[in-house]
Nanobody, 123 residues
Framework: QVQLVESGGGLVQAGDSLRLSCAAS????????MGWFRQAPGKEREFVAG????????YYADSVKGRFTVSRDNAKNTVYLQMNRLKPEDTAVYYC????????????????WGQGTQVTVST
């Protein structure tokens, strides 16, 4: 069991940047792939970005490729999501979670979800 806490969200204008953090407590997550998801009101939770257990292999949803970067610092038990050139359609609650196998994009393949952090991008 790993407890995850997201932070770093906020209200920004289109074109701005934010960096989200996902800090783990309890069991270390250094041996687990991690993923970022987001959920807008009335919509299903969707995959955003993922990382293998060491951060050497990362993958992204088509909607964020070239704008978002996922990284991790296992010594700090923290995974990051750098979001650049934000768009209004990026507005959502962002969640991090862990998986057991890398390159998974379905929410049901993840667990130990954090509470989420709100990202709002104005037009």
């Amino acid at each position: 069991q790993v407890q995850l806490v997201e932070s770093g969200g906020g209200l920004v204008q289109a074109g701005d940047s934010l960096r989200l953090s996902c800090a783990a407590s309890g069991r270390t997550f250094s041996s687990y792939p991690m993923g970022w998801f987001r959920q807008a009101p009335g919509k299903e939770r969707e995959f955003v970005a993922g990382s293998n257990s060491r951060g050497g292999s990362v993958y992204y949803a088509d909607s964020v490729k070239g704008r978002f970067t996922v990284s991790r610092d296992n010594a700090k038990n923290t995974v990051y999501l750098q979001m650049n050139r934000l768009k209004p359609e990026d507005t959502a609650v962002y969640y991090c979670a862990r998986s057991s196998v890398t390159h998974r994009v379905r929410a049901v393949e993840y667990h130990d979800w954090g509470q989420g952090t709100q990202v709002t991008v104005s037009t």
